[in-house]
Protein backbone atom coordinates (compact mmCIF):
# COMPACT_ATOMS: atom_id res chain seq x y z
CA UNK A 1 0.00 0.00 0.00
CA UNK A 2 1.40 3.51 -1.38
CA UNK A 3 0.43 5.30 1.93
CA UNK A 4 1.48 6.51 5.56
CA UNK A 5 -2.33 5.69 6.54
CA UNK A 6 -3.38 4.74 9.94
CA UNK A 7 -6.52 2.39 11.24
CA UNK A 8 -7.64 -0.07 9.71
CA UNK A 9 -9.67 -2.33 6.88
CA UNK A 10 -12.19 -3.79 8.64
CA UNK A 11 -14.85 -0.92 8.97
CA UNK A 12 -13.23 0.41 12.49
CA UNK A 13 -10.70 2.58 11.87
CA UNK A 14 -10.02 5.37 8.72
CA UNK A 15 -7.48 3.60 6.02
CA UNK A 16 -6.39 7.38 5.38
CA UNK A 17 -3.92 9.83 6.12
CA UNK A 18 -4.15 12.89 8.68
CA UNK A 19 -4.25 15.19 5.24
CA UNK A 20 -6.42 13.10 3.88
CA UNK A 21 -8.66 13.74 6.28
CA UNK A 22 -8.05 16.97 6.71
CA UNK A 23 -9.41 17.82 2.90
CA UNK A 24 -12.50 15.22 3.56
CA UNK A 25 -13.72 17.52 6.04
CA UNK A 26 -12.88 20.86 5.49
CA UNK A 27 -12.70 20.60 1.79
CA UNK A 28 -11.20 24.03 -0.20
CA UNK A 29 -12.19 26.01 -3.15
CA UNK A 30 -16.06 24.00 -3.31
CA UNK A 31 -17.93 25.83 -5.90
CA UNK A 32 -20.39 27.29 -3.33
CA UNK A 33 -21.85 30.10 -6.13
CA UNK A 34 -24.67 29.50 -8.24
CA UNK A 35 -22.49 27.40 -11.59
CA UNK A 36 -24.98 29.08 -13.65
CA UNK A 37 -24.27 32.51 -13.27
CA UNK A 38 -20.18 31.98 -12.08
CA UNK A 39 -17.88 32.93 -14.50
CA UNK A 40 -15.28 30.73 -15.46
CA UNK A 41 -12.80 30.63 -18.04
CA UNK A 42 -13.02 26.84 -18.80
CA UNK A 43 -15.05 24.04 -17.19
CA UNK A 44 -14.51 20.48 -17.25
CA UNK A 45 -16.76 17.62 -16.15
CA UNK A 46 -15.76 14.10 -16.02
CA UNK A 47 -17.55 10.54 -14.96
CA UNK A 48 -15.87 7.06 -14.11
CA UNK A 49 -18.39 4.48 -14.90
CA UNK A 50 -16.17 2.40 -12.89
CA UNK A 51 -17.55 3.91 -9.33
CA UNK A 52 -20.10 6.17 -10.55
CA UNK A 53 -18.36 9.15 -9.13
CA UNK A 54 -19.03 12.76 -11.26
CA UNK A 55 -16.65 15.76 -11.13
CA UNK A 56 -17.22 19.20 -12.46
CA UNK A 57 -14.68 22.18 -12.50
CA UNK A 58 -14.43 25.29 -13.09
CA UNK A 59 -11.07 27.81 -13.75
CA UNK A 60 -10.37 31.73 -13.93
CA UNK A 61 -7.28 32.36 -16.09
CA UNK A 62 -4.96 35.03 -15.90
CA UNK A 63 -4.33 35.21 -19.92
CA UNK A 64 -0.94 37.45 -18.98
CA UNK A 65 0.70 35.34 -16.68
CA UNK A 66 -1.01 32.00 -18.36
CA UNK A 67 -1.34 30.85 -14.89
CA UNK A 68 -4.45 29.80 -12.89
CA UNK A 69 -6.52 32.19 -10.80
CA UNK A 70 -9.56 30.22 -9.70
CA UNK A 71 -9.58 26.53 -9.58
CA UNK A 72 -13.25 25.23 -8.18
CA UNK A 73 -15.15 21.97 -8.04
CA UNK A 74 -18.19 19.82 -6.97
CA UNK A 75 -18.46 16.59 -7.28
CA UNK A 76 -20.40 13.55 -6.17
CA UNK A 77 -17.47 11.57 -5.14
CA UNK A 78 -15.82 9.48 -2.04
CA UNK A 79 -13.91 10.63 0.22
CA UNK A 80 -10.66 10.09 -2.00
CA UNK A 81 -12.51 11.69 -4.88
CA UNK A 82 -12.81 14.92 -2.33
CA UNK A 83 -9.32 15.02 -0.71
CA UNK A 84 -7.86 14.65 -4.06
CA UNK A 85 -9.33 17.42 -5.55
CA UNK A 86 -9.06 19.85 -2.60
CA UNK A 87 -5.46 19.39 -2.53
CA UNK A 88 -5.19 19.86 -6.03
CA UNK A 89 -7.45 22.90 -6.39
CA UNK A 90 -4.93 24.22 -3.50
CA UNK A 91 -1.88 23.44 -5.89
CA UNK A 92 -2.69 24.75 -8.93
CA UNK A 93 -3.51 28.32 -7.51
CA UNK A 94 -0.82 28.67 -4.91
CA UNK A 95 2.04 30.81 -5.20
CA UNK A 96 0.05 33.38 -7.52
CA UNK A 97 -1.10 30.35 -9.70
CA UNK A 98 0.11 27.30 -11.57
CA UNK A 99 1.18 27.86 -15.55
CA UNK A 100 -1.39 26.13 -17.51
CA UNK A 101 1.45 23.88 -19.02
CA UNK A 102 2.71 22.79 -15.87
CA UNK A 103 -0.99 22.07 -14.79
CA UNK A 104 -1.74 20.08 -17.81
CA UNK A 105 1.10 17.88 -16.69
CA UNK A 106 0.29 16.87 -13.19
CA UNK A 107 -0.36 13.44 -12.48
CA UNK A 108 -2.42 11.74 -9.87
CA UNK A 109 0.72 10.76 -8.38
CA UNK A 110 1.54 14.09 -7.50
CA UNK A 111 -1.93 14.28 -6.13
CA UNK A 112 -1.51 11.42 -3.75
CA UNK A 113 2.27 12.27 -2.83
CA UNK A 114 0.87 15.74 -1.50
CA UNK A 115 -2.37 13.87 0.49
CA UNK A 116 0.72 11.98 1.95
CA UNK A 117 -0.38 8.56 0.56
CA UNK A 118 -4.04 6.63 -0.58
CA UNK A 119 -5.04 3.26 -0.30
CA UNK A 120 -4.13 1.37 -3.60
CA UNK A 121 -7.48 0.83 -4.59
CA UNK A 122 -8.80 4.11 -4.00
CA UNK A 123 -6.10 5.77 -6.87
CA UNK A 124 -8.92 5.60 -9.27
CA UNK A 125 -10.81 8.66 -7.38
CA UNK A 126 -7.85 10.33 -7.40
CA UNK A 127 -7.57 10.75 -11.40
CA UNK A 128 -11.06 12.18 -11.58
CA UNK A 129 -9.82 15.78 -10.27
CA UNK A 130 -6.59 15.83 -12.94
CA UNK A 131 -8.97 14.45 -15.47
CA UNK A 132 -11.61 17.71 -15.07
CA UNK A 133 -8.85 19.86 -14.30
CA UNK A 134 -7.39 19.05 -18.20
CA UNK A 135 -10.55 19.09 -19.67
CA UNK A 136 -10.97 22.78 -18.11
CA UNK A 137 -7.65 23.81 -19.47
CA UNK A 138 -8.92 22.14 -22.81
CA UNK A 139 -12.41 24.24 -22.75
CA UNK A 140 -10.25 27.53 -21.94
CA UNK A 141 -7.95 27.08 -24.97
CA UNK A 142 -11.21 25.80 -26.58
CA UNK A 143 -13.04 29.19 -25.76
CA UNK A 144 -9.68 31.46 -26.19
CA UNK A 145 -9.00 30.15 -29.68
CA UNK A 146 -6.03 28.25 -28.47
CA UNK A 147 -7.02 25.28 -30.74
CA UNK A 148 -3.35 24.17 -30.94
CA UNK A 149 -2.51 24.03 -27.28
CA UNK A 150 -5.81 21.25 -26.33
CA UNK A 151 -4.20 18.01 -25.64
CA UNK A 152 -6.73 15.55 -27.04
CA UNK A 153 -7.37 12.07 -24.92
CA UNK A 154 -8.70 9.63 -28.12
CA UNK A 155 -8.84 6.27 -27.25
CA UNK A 156 -6.61 3.89 -29.31
CA UNK A 157 -8.63 0.27 -29.80
CA UNK A 158 -5.53 -2.42 -28.40
CA UNK A 159 -7.63 -5.37 -28.98
CA UNK A 160 -9.38 -5.29 -32.24
CA UNK A 161 -10.91 -8.71 -32.16
CA UNK A 162 -12.39 -7.67 -28.87
CA UNK A 163 -12.52 -4.15 -29.70
CA UNK A 164 -10.91 -2.53 -26.30
CA UNK A 165 -9.16 0.63 -25.96
CA UNK A 166 -6.52 1.29 -24.23
CA UNK A 167 -8.84 4.10 -21.59
CA UNK A 168 -10.75 0.45 -20.69
CA UNK A 169 -7.24 -0.88 -19.77
CA UNK A 170 -6.18 1.99 -17.97
CA UNK A 171 -9.49 1.79 -15.50
CA UNK A 172 -9.22 -1.91 -15.09
CA UNK A 173 -5.35 -1.22 -13.70
CA UNK A 174 -6.39 1.76 -11.84
CA UNK A 175 -9.28 -0.57 -10.37
CA UNK A 176 -6.68 -3.41 -9.17
CA UNK A 177 -6.65 -5.37 -12.54
CA UNK A 178 -2.65 -5.94 -12.62
CA UNK A 179 -1.97 -8.81 -14.62
CA UNK A 180 -2.49 -9.63 -18.09
CA UNK A 181 -4.55 -12.28 -16.96
CA UNK A 182 -6.73 -10.21 -14.57
CA UNK A 183 -7.19 -7.46 -17.63
CA UNK A 184 -8.16 -10.73 -20.20
CA UNK A 185 -10.80 -11.84 -17.44
CA UNK A 186 -12.15 -8.16 -16.95
CA UNK A 187 -12.43 -6.40 -20.11
CA UNK A 188 -12.02 -9.84 -22.29
CA UNK A 189 -9.42 -8.35 -24.42
CA UNK A 190 -7.03 -10.58 -25.67
CA UNK A 191 -9.42 -13.84 -25.55
CA UNK A 192 -9.31 -14.20 -29.43
CA UNK A 193 -6.35 -14.38 -31.67
CA UNK A 194 -3.78 -13.43 -28.98
CA UNK A 195 -2.00 -11.03 -30.80
CA UNK A 196 -2.76 -7.76 -28.50
CA UNK A 197 -0.82 -9.54 -25.98
CA UNK A 198 2.31 -7.92 -25.96
CA UNK A 199 1.00 -4.30 -26.19
CA UNK A 200 -1.48 -4.98 -23.28
CA UNK A 201 1.19 -6.14 -21.07
CA UNK A 202 3.04 -2.96 -22.07
CA UNK A 203 -0.02 -0.56 -21.11
CA UNK A 204 -0.30 -2.34 -18.08
CA UNK A 205 3.45 -2.16 -17.23
CA UNK A 206 2.72 1.65 -17.91
CA UNK A 207 -0.42 2.59 -16.29
CA UNK A 208 1.22 0.79 -13.06
CA UNK A 209 3.95 2.81 -12.89
CA UNK A 210 2.28 6.30 -13.88
CA UNK A 211 -0.27 5.79 -10.74
CA UNK A 212 1.36 3.27 -8.56
CA UNK A 213 4.99 3.73 -8.93
CA UNK A 214 5.61 0.04 -9.71
S1 LIG B 1 -6.35 -8.56 -31.22
FE1 LIG B 1 -6.77 -9.03 -29.17
S2 LIG B 1 -7.43 -11.08 -29.16
FE2 LIG B 1 -7.09 -10.61 -31.25
Redesign the pocket.
Known amino acids: MNTDNTGNEDGNGWIYSERVKKHFFNPQNLLKEDPETYKADGVGYVGSPACGDMMKMWIKVDPITDTIKECKWRTFGCASAIASTSVLSEMVTENGGMELDKAMQLRPQDIVEKLAGLPDRKIHCSVLGDKALRAAINDYFRKSKQEHRIIKDKATV?????N?TDHEIEEAVLEGKNSYEKIQEHTK?????????PR?EKLIKQYKLQYFGD
Do not use: D, P, Q
Request: include cysteine; glycine fraction near 12%; hydrophobic fraction near 40%.
Open positions: VCSCLVAGTACGSCKI
